[in-house]
């Protein structure tokens, strides 16, 4: 008999553990400071906040993996595509690199780029838009530092900027006096868009344990908002 209460308790135990860790889950949570937010839903997804800066956003699917969730975003590019062409110069002593930023004429002026050949800065210059510029020595690597204008006018304190992106690295081995011609494929949405690729959570007590470089925020369920709404239509795209 004594045998039987004991395994009764222990199902009981465990049916218990698992309803409320899938009730605690699911919730909207948000660090003291206001910093970041985090919102999961029971179908699997998630959407993620940042208040402490520029702002950024995240939507995609989390799952649990004993003590710690794990966050995968929809969008997985972090790093601004380009592609480059070379072709034969006419100098034997200087590279020509043309840069041609991929948007529409009025809208080009709104980013800035600072590149990085063969792992130095090339200038401490920023130019706007696309830009020409000679180099003295052989190309191994490229890529770019990219920037968008900040908002002017009526901004929202923490919306009216945009955090740094820096470009793939392209290898073009390109010889002194040859011609570099690269095209920077801007994504907008990348500017205060947050990639997760499997990021680790732990799983506290009553609260969710956020890691953000080095410092660690606790997340803890706002028991006033009421998850299943699904308040914003759009949480997932």
């Known amino acids: ?12 135990s465990m049916y218990i553990l698992h309803g409320c860790s899938h009730e605690f889950l699911v919730g909207k949570y948000v660090a003291k400071s206001g910093v970041h937010e985090l919102r999961f839903y029971p179908d699997s997804t998630f959407r993620y906040e ?7 956003e995240a939507t995609g699917y ?18 601004v595509p380009i592609i480059y062409q070379k072709h ?16 529409p004429d009025e809208e080009i002026g709104n980013y800035s780029s600072l590149p990085v050949l063969n792992l130095r800065y090339a200038t401490t210059l ?21 920037e968008k ?16 992106l820096r470009s793939e690295t392209i290898y073009p081995d390109l010889s002194v006096g040859d011609t570099l011609s690269v095209q920077v494929n801007i994504i907008d949405s990348l500017f205060s868009y ?11 007590h009553k609260s969710l344990v956020f890691k953000d470089g080095k410092k660690r925020y606790r997340l803890r369920l706002d028991n006033n908002s009421d998850i299943e709404l699904k308040d914003e239509e759009s949480y997932a795209h």
């Open 62 to 79: 989390w799952r649990r993996d004993g003590k710690q969730l794990c966050l995968r975003s929809l969008g997985q590019i972090d790093k």
């Open 1 to 12: 008999m004594k045998k039987i209460v004991i395994a009764i308790l222990c199902i009981a």
């Open 194 to 204: 947050q990639v997760f690729k499997d990021k680790p959570i732990k799983i506290g």
């Open 149 to 164: 204008v900040p908002f002017s006018g009526d901004g929202y304190g923490w919306k009216a900027c945009f955090n740094k």
């Open 88 to 103: 034969a110069g006419n100098s034997s002593d200087t590279s020509v690199i043309n840069i041609a930023i991929n948007m």
């Open 126 to 146: 920023r130019s706007r838009g696309s830009f020409s510029f000679k180099y003295v020595k052989r190309v191994d690597s490229l890529a770019l530092i990219l």
């Open 50 to 56: 940042y208040y402490g800066g520029c702002y950024k």
